[in-house]
């Protein structure tokens, strides 16, 4: 992971247009980007879809990123890839719906395999309302603050705590059924 | 990078709940994150992040490409406007330039006129004034009787000239 300077000198060169330092924020970010569009989606080639939207158009809007903390920028910006793939397409309950009806149908069938464990969070996440899957999943991967959530989603933070943890509670209940 | 490892969740919690749900509510957090923790989402594929960074590469090289065609089209317009504005302000100096001149040479041959005038003027008065003498010294040979015994044809002959002379002199 880089450190506060690197990352600094590797934003610097991505907004002089530097592809060596777009490469490094890819490999930096790439990950926690990705299992958070995961998480959301529940699909790896949407997953891989936005992964590769969200870095393309990191290229042109990194100039507008004007210091403060990176990965709320960065999560912010990956937040409305998503939201716009799914206004653009149109498809977010017909997409959910598919998704969790393969996932449980999987899990029913194959039994204690390590991947179907993977499954089972995102079916459980799949149960919750679309704001709290977010939130939750945007509190793991962004590795943000409360505070910082609450300033992205722009709401007081005492609702941010409350809906994360009234979230996650819930999803504990299910994972543990 | 990672604030959230410097969260301190109960006091953040214990500014909304009392000291035992805050202290409930931050373990709730701490277990559902190793719920993830545990179930970790699956990672893309090298292959796949290595076509990810050959796009951003070519979106990079085309944003270049870009910028640089519009810096060219800038100064190429900026240029043209430069170009244009001389040339036009070439032309209205060279415009006034002309107006000054008629003005000047009409001015010019106004005063060479005038002089002319004056000079004609001077060269009538300097006769007349010579032609006024002269009366006046023959006017003064006859108050002397210098002429002898012819003072009356002296007189009438002088008159003549007189008259002459205010002919001469209101016909310029």
Redesign the interface.
């Known amino acids: ?4 300077n690197d ?1 600094i000198r590797i934003i610097n060169g991505c907004k002089n ?3 060596e330092c ?2 490094q924020l ?2 930096i970010y ?2 926690r980007c ?2 958070y569009f ?2 959301l989606t529940g699909n ?1 080639d949407i ?2 879809d936005l ?2 939207e969200l ?2 158009k ?3 809007k990194i100039g507008s990123y004007r210091g403060g ?3 709320s920028w960065l999560f912010k910006t990956a937040s409305n890839v998503f939201y716009d793939h799914l206004r653009d397409k149109q498809r977010y309950k017909d997409t959910l719906a598919a998704q969790t009806e393969r996932l449980e149908s999987e899990t029913a069938k194959n039994g204690t395999r390590n991947d179907e ?2 499954d ?2 995102q079916v459980q996440l799949n149960n919750l309302d679309e704001d709290t899957r977010e939130l ?1 999943t945007l509190h ?1 991967y962004s ?6 959530m609450a300033e992205i989603r722009s709401e007081p ?2 609702t941010t ?2 809906k ?2 009234r979230g ?2 819930k ?2 209940q299910m ?1 543990e059924a | ?4 490892n410097n ?1 301190n ?1 109960k006091d ?2 214990g ?2 709940l009392d000291p035992k749900q805050a202290q409930e ?1 931050a373990e ?2 701490y ?3 190793q ?2 923790n ?7 594929d090298h292959s ?2 290595a ?3 050959a ?3 070519k ?3 085309r ?2 490409m870009a ?1 640089f065609r519009m810096m060219v089209y800038k100064t190429a317009a900026v240029a043209a406007a430069v170009v244009i504005s001389i040339t036009t302000g070439v032309k209205l100096l060279e415009k006034k330039t002309n107006i000054e001149k008629t003005v000047i040479s009409s001015t010019a041959s106004g005063t060479t006129d005038k002089n002319n005038y004056i000079a004609a003027d001077d060269n009538h008065l300097e006769i007349l004034f010579a032609e006024a003498d002269q009366i006046g010294d023959e006017i003064t040979a006859l108050h002397l009787n210098e002429n002898g015994d012819n003072e009356y044809g002296d007189v009438t002959e002088l008159e003549i000239n007189f008259t002459e002379i205010n002919a001469d002199f209101w016909k310029g």
């Open positions: 992971m880089a450190d506060s990352l247009g530097n592809a777009f490469s890819i490999d790439a990950n990705y299992g995961y998480r790896r997953s891989d992964l590769s870095f393309v990191l290229v042109t903390v990176f990965e464990q993977i089972k969070l939750i793991y590795q943000l603050t409360f505070k910082e933070i005492g705590l409350s994360v943890h996650l509670q999803l504990r994972m | 990078m990672n604030g959230q969260e969740l953040l919690f500014k909304f509510a709730d957090i277990k559902a994150k719920l993830f545990q179930h970790p989402a699956p990672e893309p796949f992040i076509n990810i960074k796009e951003v590469q979106v990079v090289l944003k270049k910028a």
